[in-house]
Each structure stands twice: as structure tokens, then as C-alpha cells.
């Protein structure tokens, strides 16, 4: 059960009081324009030993050509894909090595994109299928304790719709495999998971470790996952 329908549930029971109604879970973020940013505030810039990160992620029609960030744990990697539609899972600096391939997940149809690292190897993932891989990516380095999900400092970023954005401390993808069904529920292994799916407020919940989004900027766009990505 998502955060937002366990407060409905306490504010029903504490004193009798009417229950709070929660989101209904149909939203994500929307990033308009390159001033909109969704950041996270780390409670230390602790590194896992293997990674897995994985975001949804919709491009607006026509979007402008430039760099477009997925997520950026700073000074430790970026996920992104440039104006020719290259993605890219590696280092935290433009032109930084990691994995790259064709991905065009900026076409304006709905995408899962995943990257792991498992302490060597970056591989990068699109719709479950392992596009590239690169050994010896230096990823982890220097991390800060600073997350940001759609933008990547202050120059760059999406336009478009990201959902269901995951850390794992784990590689969960070794190879290709069948595109996620259904939104994702914390395990052992999950270090952040952002349902996005609030549809108020300028803040954004963390279901495994309470490291909560705060929204810049960012619009709340009516769009249910759930539905989008049923069998």
C-alpha cells in the first residue's frame, strides 16, 4: 500500500475525524520548460555497491533539441539522452563515460528506461531490451547528497512526462527482460521509489526510505501508469 493511502487510513481512525481523501495515483510529473526541476535532499550521500535505476518517461511532442535528463544522482551518475537521441548511463558530466546507444526515448511514445551497475559494468536498458554496456564506468565517485529527477543543474532539462522512478542496491537486470506490467512496491533492495503520483502540492513521496521529491517549477500531469502498461 502506497504512502498516501496509509494517511487515509490514520486520519480515519485518530479521533473519529472524516478521512483525508488521498491522490488517486492517475498523475506523474510534467517538466514544460528548462527551468523545471524535481530535486531530492539526501539524508547522507551514501554509494551502494551495484545500482539499478529505472524511470517511465513520455516526451512531449516536439520537444527542443538539447540534452535530456532522466535522473542525476550528482557527483555519481546521470542517465540522459542528447539531441541525436543517444542515451547514456555513466559518469556525472556531459561527454562522461558509460553506457551509450541509439534509444530515442524522446519520440513521444512511452518508454521504460533502466540502467545498472554492478561495482564495474554500466549497461543501459530500454523497453527491457540491454542496448549497451561499458566496462570500468566510474560511477559512485564522488556522490553528493542530491538526487535530481528531469533536470541536471541548472542548464538542462526534460520536456515531457517521467513516472515510477526506482534506486535499487542490487542489479536486477542482467539481461533483456520483460517490460514492467504493473507500478513498483519496495523490497530489501530498494534504496528510493518515486510513484510521482500525488496530483497537488510541491512535494512528491519516498515509499522506501523517506527521502521525499521537492518540485520546481514541475506541473502535475493527469496520466495513470497502471492503466498505460497493463497486459
Given at each position: 500500500m502506497r504512502r498516501a493511502a496509509h494517511l487515509v487510513v490514520l486520519a480515519a481512525l485518530a479521533g473519529?475525524?472524516?478521512?483525508?481523501?488521498?491522490?488517486s495515483g492517475a498523475h506523474a510529473?510534467?517538466?514544460?520548460?528548462?527551468?523545471?526541476?524535481?530535486?531530492?535532499?539526501?539524508?547522507?550521500a551514501s554509494f551502494p555497491a551495484a545500482l539499478t535505476v529505472e524511470a517511465w518517461v513520455r516526451?512531449?511532442?516536439?520537444?527542443?533539441?538539447?540534452?535530456?535528463?532522466?535522473?542525476?544522482?550528482?557527483?555519481?551518475?546521470?542517465?540522459?539522452?542528447?539531441?541525436?537521441?543517444?542515451?547514456?548511463?555513466?559518469?556525472?558530466?556531459?561527454?562522461?563515460?558509460?553506457?551509450?546507444?541509439?534509444?530515442?526515448?524522446?519520440?513521444?511514445?512511452?518508454?521504460?528506461?533502466?540502467?545498472?551497475?554492478?561495482?564495474?559494468?554500466?549497461?543501459?536498458?530500454?523497453?527491457?531490451?540491454?542496448?549497451?554496456?561499458?566496462e570500468g564506468t566510474?560511477?559512485?565517485?564522488?556522490?553528493?547528497?542530491?538526487?535530481?529527477?528531469?533536470?541536471?543543474?541548472?542548464?538542462?532539462?526534460?520536456?515531457?512526462?517521467?513516472d515510477e522512478v526506482r534506486l535499487s542496491s542490487t542489479v536486477r537486470y542482467a539481461?533483456?527482460?520483460d517490460r514492467p506490467e504493473a507500478p513498483f512496491e519496495p523490497d530489501d533492495a530498494t534504496l528510493h521509489l518515486w510513484h510521482l503520483d500525488e496530483g497537488e502540492g510541491a512535494v512528491s513521496l519516498d515509499e522506501a526510505h523517506a527521502a521525499d521529491v521537492a518540485l520546481d517549477g514541475v506541473e502535475w500531469a493527469d496520466f495513470d501508469l497502471s492503466e498505460a502498461i497493463a497486459p
Open positions: 473519529g475525524c472524516n478521512p483525508i481523501e488521498a491522490p510529473l510534467r517538466f514544460p520548460d528548462e527551468d523545471a526541476c524535481a530535486e531530492v535532499e539526501l539524508p547522507d516526451a512531449d511532442e516536439a520537444p527542443p533539441a538539447g540534452v535530456h535528463p532522466l535522473v542525476v544522482w550528482n557527483g555519481a551518475f546521470a542517465l540522459w539522452e542528447d539531441a541525436d537521441g543517444v542515451g547514456t548511463f555513466g559518469e556525472d558530466t556531459p561527454g562522461g563515460l558509460g553506457a551509450s546507444a541509439p534509444t530515442d526515448w524522446m519520440d513521444g511514445e512511452l518508454h521504460h528506461v533502466a540502467a545498472t551497475w554492478d561495482g564495474s559494468t554500466s549497461s543501459l536498458y530500454l523497453d527491457g531490451e540491454r542496448l549497451a554496456f561499458h566510474a560511477i559512485g565517485v564522488e556522490p553528493a547528497p542530491r538526487i535530481q529527477i528531469g533536470c541536471w543543474g541548472a542548464k538542462e532539462a526534460h520536456r515531457g512526462i517521467i539481461d533483456d527482460f
